[in-house]
């Protein structure tokens, strides 16, 4: 992977420890596996738990025998749902979009019928894991089949029902209206009155997150604190559903989420696995873990994406577009898990994308399907919004003939023009994307590649190049409370930090932001550097742990630094404040007459100073004092922002397709993301490459595929292709940088840029090069297959 800007190189630092490329300080233990998993953990008496998973999709349980399974060597316990109907409730969903919104019941274990295959029947406790999961094969079940509903647009239909007590498929219908909001005109005069009207359905297939490491939870109840750890994004909030979910005294609960193997949304989640072995931990009264094998993974865990997407776009023949009305449909499985209903509203702010609409109409329906039920997956609503839009972008080029880069251009919001009242009710606080994308056609070369373009079609050559735009801005940094609590979400966006001033000198950082691959560690610690004056290496950050840090709300959104550490910035500032007068004593002088730089309180116009260090031991001591100042320099602050961030890019993709074969390669891409100030170029980098992996990914190579009775066909790696490093191009990538003015950092988050704008990119140049024949569209992921049966089509069912 290539960047024309080294993160090796401390970038624009000087002194300062913002801009310097750190290796990270968690890589040491992550990389060489000297690290504590939570399927590492072992707890004497430990038990564990292996779980029966339904074969079918939607079905009535009209017979379970357990009775040989508990007789099974080592097995200590056998659970069906009748035997915990009582005490297991329903598993939360904190995001009711609409006040008539439908919200069946969701057990963790399956009592009288399944709903989705893969869906939990029965729990085997046993001594050991192999134990645990050889007695399953001794369970006996009768399953009387009922009808199963897998297609979006029947499932609306109400044809057959998911969940007959409802009496409908539809959870809830939301709409947003600018002539409503006040935020623009009414689309349907826009669409009546456009010179031009491009109406595009497109797909947005089902997705599994196929985080590193799978899911796994160890509960130990034997203590009079019940302690749980898990592979989870989301321990304080986790702990939080709990407790409600099950009757328990919070302050009984800790959860600890130890070093966790990546999660992209898709362990911000409480599971049926975590409900169940803490459960069972109770009633046996004795530790229990469960950890679940890669094809229960993917079978079970909570997917992603899962769209049909209508839209209409009104434009003027100069290509001044002028309306867009969307109407959504989106599968939310068998059940709503955590935020599963408002996945497609966040989206909903989103589909405009930076262009400047006159008027805006936003309609998404819910409906339940007999699958494993979706909710966040990277960019979590943003990458559907932003496919959606710059797809009938460039739909809305051919048909004006006119240049995608220009179109947008030409209806893109101006960088003088921020701050920016979108159509959609948002504020974008600050943006260049003139300076992005001049900065990636230059980087491109492109127009040398439309020149090659135009050369390969004109001698009509077998393998035809592609060149696909995707420019793309996100809200992100999931906040402000309010905001958040106008659209119903369950709980606020702020979030939490503490200081604690050691009296060596050396400082123990406390973040509520649960880290589960981002290197929080390495930006935190030289966040507090840079503001404290203290050396990197005496920096410790913890997290994760509900205990050690009681508040928080975790990792997702892509908010950990535009709020978490801005809330550890705030609390800085505070150590500095409440040192100021203690500095001042110790060095009989006004504190007035104090400047603070680089760890050291410096009297004005003299050389004389002290250090932070220093006042923290004569804190620490006690001896000498100013009257009425308590002897303590920790603090903490809770940062809750007035707005979202909203980083931007320009992603330009040029791609190779074999007209014979179908086969698609990408040749070269290039992207340049403006994320605002960057803390490390070095994590940034990572955050990138990663994004664009997973993008890429989605446009060429990734589906969950079910069969017609609703079995998962896709439920390993040797069905469900995720590309590997020889399966992508080198990335060519910069950055442009407008600062946040909203955070004293002016940074903006990253972690789901590239997967955002890249998908768009390699699916418009993959319809670029396969126009002149003909083909409108290639539903993702756009494998040979699917591009060879494309072109066939277009030319008449002919080779």
């Known amino acids: 992977m290539t960047s024309t800007v080294d993160p090796t190189t ?72 009748a035997d915990l109907a009582e005490e297991q409730g329903s598993l939360p969903c904190a995001w009711p979009i609409t006040e ?87 689309v349907e005069d826009a669409i009546r009155d456009a010179e031009v009207v491009v109406e595009r359905t497109f797909r947005q297939q089902r997705l599994i997150p196929a985080f590193m490491e799978p899911r796994s939870v160890v509960v130990d109840p034997t203590a009079s604190q019940i302690t749980m750890w898990s592979a989870t994004q989301v321990p304080h909030i986790l702990r939080l559903m709990l407790a409600m ?38 009633r046996l009264h004795k530790p229990v873990k469960y950890t679940e094998t890669r094809s229960e993974s993917m079978l079970a865990a909570h997917h992603g994406r899962d769209q049909v997407q209508k839209l209409t776009l009104a434009a003027r023949r100069d290509g001044t577009v002028t309306g867009l009305k969307v109407e959504l449909l989106a599968d939310m499985g068998a059940y709503l898990r955590l935020v599963t209903p408002g996945v497609p509203i966040l989206g909903a702010f989103m589909f405009t994308g930076i262009y400047k609409f006159g008027s805006y109409r936003f309609a998404c329906t819910n409906v339940f399907t007999d699958k494993v039920p979706t909710d966040a997956y990277r960019g979590a609503g943003r990458p559907e919004a932003t496919f959606a839009i710059e797809r009938i972008m460039d739909e809305l080029a051919v048909e004006l003939s006119m240049d995608p880069l220009e179109l947008r251009e030409k209806n893109w919001i101006k960088h003088e023009e921020f701050p920016f009242d979108t159509v959609a009710g948002l504020t974008y606080d600050s943006g260049n994307y003139e300076a992005a994308t001049a900065k990636a056609r230059e980087l491109f070369d492109y127009d040398a590649l439309r020149r090659e373009q135009a050369e390969r079609r004109e001698r009509d050559d077998p393998v035809q190049l592609g060149l696909g735009v995707s420019t793309f801005t996100e809200m992100c940094g999931l906040a402000p409370s309010r905001v958040l609590g106008s659209l119903s979400y369950g709980a606020g966006g702020w979030e939490h930090a503490a200081i604690r001033m050691l009296p060596t000198g050396k400082v123990e950082v406390v973040t509520g932001a649960s880290a ?34 009681p508040r928080g709300l975790d990792t997702y959104g892509s908010r950990s630094l535009a709020v978490g550490g801005i809330a550890v910035v705030k609390a800085a500032e505070k150590v500095v404040a409440k040192a100021r007068p203690i500095a001042a004593h110790l060095l009989e002088c006004s504190e007035d007459d104090l400047d603070f730089e680089a760890g050291q309180f410096r009297v004005k116009g003299t050389s004389k100073s002290v250090g932070l260090t220093d006042v923290a031991l004569a804190v620490f001591a006690a001896h000498d004092l100013p009257d009425g100042v308590e002897p303590n320099l920790d603090s903490e602050a809770t940062y809750d922002p007035d707005n979202f961030s909203f980083p931007h890019g320009t992603h330009l993709c040029a791609i190779e397709v074999d007209t014979e074969t179908g086969h698609a390669r990408i040749r070269k891409y290039v992207c340049v993301d403006d994320v605002g100030h960057v803390v490390n170029p070095l994590i940034v980098e990572g955050q990138v490459h990663g994004g664009l992996a997973q993008g890429i990914a989605q446009a060429l190579y990734e589906e969950a595929v079910h069969d017609e009775s609703g079995t998962l066909l896709s439920s390993s790696f040797a069905e469900y292709l995720l590309p590997t490093a020889v399966d992508l191009p080198p990335f060519v990538t910069d950055r442009t940088d407008t600062p946040a003015p909203g955070n004293p950092l002016g940074v903006k ?35 040979p297959m699917r591009i060879w049966h494309a072109l066939r089509d277009a030319r008449g069912g002919t080779k």
């Open 100 to 186: 008539d919104m439908k919200t069946p019941n969701a057990p963790a274990l399956a009592v009288d019928t399944v709903r989705f295959a893969g869906e939990a029947v029965a729990v085997v406790v046993a001594r050991s894991a192999y134990e645990a999961h050889d007695a399953l094969d001794a369970i006996d079940v009768d399953y009387e089949d009922l009808p199963v509903v897998l297609d979006l647009e029947t499932a609306a239909r109400d044809d057959d029902l998911v969940h007959p007590d409802l009496g409908t498929n539809v959870s809830a219908t939301w709409v947003f209206d600018s002539a409503e909001a006040g935020s623009g005109g009414d």
């Open 10 to 81: 401390d970038e624009g630092a000087g002194d300062s420890e913002l801009g310097r490329a750190r290796r990270r300080k968690e890589d040491e233990h992550l990389i060489t596996g000297r690290t504590r998993w939570t399927d590492n953990i072992v707890l004497p008496g430990m038990l564990h738990a292996a779980i029966l998973r339904s074969p079918v999709a939607h079905a009535r349980i009209t017979a379970l025998d357990v009775s040989e399974a508990r007789g099974k060597p080592g097995v200590v316990a056998v659970y069906t749902g």
């Open 516 to 549: 589960h691959g981002q290197g929080h560690e390495t930006a935190w610690s030289q966040i507090v550097a840079d503001r404290l004056g203290i050396p990197f290496d005496d920096i410790e950050i913890l997290h994760g742990d509900t205990q050690s840090s």
């Open 749 to 783: 988050g990253v972690g789901e840029a590239g997967t955002i704008a890249s998908t768009p990119a390699v699916v418009n140049a993959v319809l670029d090069a396969v126009r002149p024949f003909g083909v409108t569209d290639v539903e993702m992921p756009c494998t």
């Open 245 to 282: 979910t099950l009757g328990l005294p919070e302050h009984k609960l800790r959860v600890i989420a130890p070093d966790v193997g990546g999660g992209f949304g898709g362990k911000l989640q409480v599971t049926p696995e975590e409900v169940l072995t803490l459960l069972i931990a109770r």
